[in-house]
């Protein structure tokens, strides 16, 4: 058998490397990408066993979950560092992540529809009673930002400045919390205030 170190092995995108060296229990066999383990190991441990354990431990392996993620994520500078790994593997794979959103989408089309189904309800309680007398305006607006569009050929968006279903504050359906901006800065504003 071809030795392969993990770190290529992962590369390949492979679930499986050789070393050629053997286990804690001697077996020297193939091992896991995901999870170090030898791949002789792993079949000898019996499925019924392992669920036994787990559900044994679920409460243990919640909270040592948590308190992974509470360590690892607490600091910003790791928080940032995740992000900007994020970002670059996207900018090496844009045909790869369109491609995966594409497929999800046509998967869970149902979702997307919940979606939309919780943001129209939120609107519709934002709507003050005072809504009728502002219907043209906000409808002005709506046609200013499709002009925007038509003319400059960047997608602008109308935008809530306090969000309808923020973290913290929720704003309302009015010309005066109603702003435009372009697709990409609606995008990275999100759900932020």
């Not at 968006?157 to 973290?167: A, I």
């Amino acid at each position: 058998m071809e030795k392969i170190p993990r770190s290529e092995a992962k590369a390949l995108g492979l679930p499986r490397y050789y070393t050629g060296r053997p286990c804690k229990n001697g077996h020297i066999a193939e091992r896991y990408v995901a999870g170090y383990t030898c791949v002789e190991c792993h079949a000898q441990v019996a499925p019924e066993s392992n669920r036994a354990w787990r559900e044994r431990s679920q409460s243990h392996i919640r909270q040592y979950a948590r308190r992974y993620r509470e360590i690892r994520y607490s600091d910003p500078r790791e928080r940032e560092a995740r992000c900007q790994r994020s970002r670059q593997w996207y900018q090496r794979n844009k045909d790869r992540a369109s491609a995966n959103t594409r497929n999800w989408i046509e998967n869970n089309s149902w979702y997307k529809t919940y979606n939309s189904r919780r943001y129209q309800a939120a609107k519709q309680q934002a709507i003050p009673k005072w809504y009728p007398a502002e219907r043209h305006a906000i409808a002005q607006l709506y046609r200013a930002a499709r002009e925007l569009t038509d003319k400059t050929g960047v997608t602008h968006h109308v935008d809530h400045t306090v969000p309808l279903r923020g973290k913290n504050v929720c704003g309302l359906h009015t010309l005066v919390n109603l702003q435009i901006l372009t697709a990409d800065e609606n995008r990275d504003k999100s759900n932020k205030h």
